[in-house]
């Protein structure tokens, strides 16, 4: 099963273009694993109505929940060879960095 799930910021403002006649935005985001050196750089594209939502909500910076399958890119280049990974998002959801409100507490108590 090829299920990953990503939380972190846009790193910069998704980027439509057309592949044959389907849309697909790419953008990356920055994962934040504790260690700056080890923060990871994850490649995403989201193909057709998740991707005009995405474009939609999120600006460079913000932050996301993504979810959808990793791929392999493998490729050559004058002799050597090159792989990443990329993200093939089916899914996303809004992510609340803020602090929680605070209930009012009624002077009655709370019930």
């Not at 389907?22 to 700056?36: D, E, H, M, N, Q």
């Not at 998740?50 to 910076?61: C, L, P, Q």
Request: hydrophobic letters at 30%.
């Amino acid at each position: 099963m090829n299920h990953y799930i990503a939380q972190g910021n846009l790193g910069a403002d998704p980027e439509m273009r057309q592949v044959g006649d389907k849309r697909v935005w790419a953008f990356p985001i920055y994962v934040k694993t504790g260690s700056r050196k080890d923060d990871i750089l994850m490649k995403c594209n989201a193909w057709e109505n998740v991707g005009e939502m995405i474009s939609k909500y999120f600006t460079s910076g913000k932050p996301i929940t993504v979810y959808g399958e990793l791929e392999l890119n493998e490729w050559e280049r004058g002799g050597t060879k090159y792989k990443d990974y990329q993200l093939n998002v089916r899914g996303w959801s809004f992510v609340n960095f803020g602090q929680p409100q605070q209930q009012k507490e009624d002077s009655n108590g709370p019930f």
